[in-house]
């Protein structure tokens, strides 16, 4: 309760807010076995902050003792360590334990995203349905294993639907970010590469592509596309520096006297403000 506490209040002296908890370590495991333990652990938790949500292991004992708590139980898989065939991880002393296979650590995930299923170590099909993965820090592939995830997880979340007679929109994803519009650029490079398709037009979280339907139906597009996208990089880019010229008088300028008459300050101020860090 006290670690909670402090971390509840150090956050919220830097202007954060803590939402959700999760155990670490042996008393992680604990939990997901002992009732008691469990119950122990998310009773002091809000007792600091009722609204706290609380992360364990998905299909455990403790999914039962938070939602009694009555409060938010955010089931946890894990992308890079074996199951055994009752759902608990397997011990790290054994061999398998952990994983350090991008493709390997991608393909269980996607399992338990797609099929909520989880495949044991034995092979043996188990239950899982998961809304947070844990990677852990100190596995030396760790960084493979997430960007190989993160790319396959869009890839496979990626959205394709008909538009109009003969185009597809491709939706990467709802909302529009810098990552998410190198991808889309990304992809579009790939694709006009095929020479398959009439146009492209980029957007910034989506793609819309034609095609001669003489040549392609919407399935085979459909299919050609979801096979480019399976090969296409994302690596970001580093941010570029630009510098763009701007004339403020001569011919090059015209509306210089408007801008002054509406917006009632001088010539040198609207320099000012224009070539100002931050631009208003």
Request: one cysteine or more.
């Amino acid at each position: 309760r006290y670690q909670v506490s402090a971390l509840v209040g150090m956050t919220a002296a830097r202007g954060g807010k803590v939402t959700y908890v999760k155990p670490h370590g042996a008393l992680y495991n604990q939990m997901a076995e002992d009732v008691d333990i469990a119950r122990t652990v998310v009773e002091a938790v809000l007792q600091v902050d009722s609204t706290l949500k609380i992360m364990g292991l998905a299909q455990s004992a403790v999914e039962h003792v938070v939602q009694e708590a009555g409060t938010e139980f955010i089931a946890e898989a894990f992308a890079d360590r074996a199951y055994e065939d009752n759902g608990r991880l397997r011990s790290r002393k054994l061999m398998g334990a952990v994983y350090d296979d991008p493709e390997k650590a991608t393909q269980q995930v996607l399992s338990i995203l797609n099929n909520q299923v989880v495949l044991s170590y034995n092979g043996e099909k188990v239950p899982m349905k998961a809304a947070s993965f844990c990677i852990h820090g100190d596995n030396p592939a760790a960084l493979q294993l997430v960007q190989a995830i993160r790319h396959s997880i869009w890839k496979n979340m990626m959205k394709i639907q008909p538009y109009g007679d003969n185009a597809l929109i491709i939706q990467l994803a709802k909302e529009a970010s810098v990552e998410v519009s190198q991808q889309v650029i990304a992809l579009y490079h790939d694709l006009e590469t095929t020479g398959q398709f009439q146009y492209l037009i980029p957007a910034f979280a989506s793609l819309t592509v034609a095609f001669d339907k003489s040549v392609l139906s919407f399935a085979k597009a459909e299919e050609l596309i979801r096979s480019v996208a399976q090969k296409t990089s994302y690596a970001q880019e580093k941010a570029k520096h630009l510098t763009i010229p701007v004339c403020y008088e001569g011919p090059h300028a015209p509306d210089m006297q408007l801008v002054e008459r509406i917006t009632g300050l001088s010539r040198n101020e609207i320099v000012q403000l224009h070539t100002n860090t931050t631009f208003h």
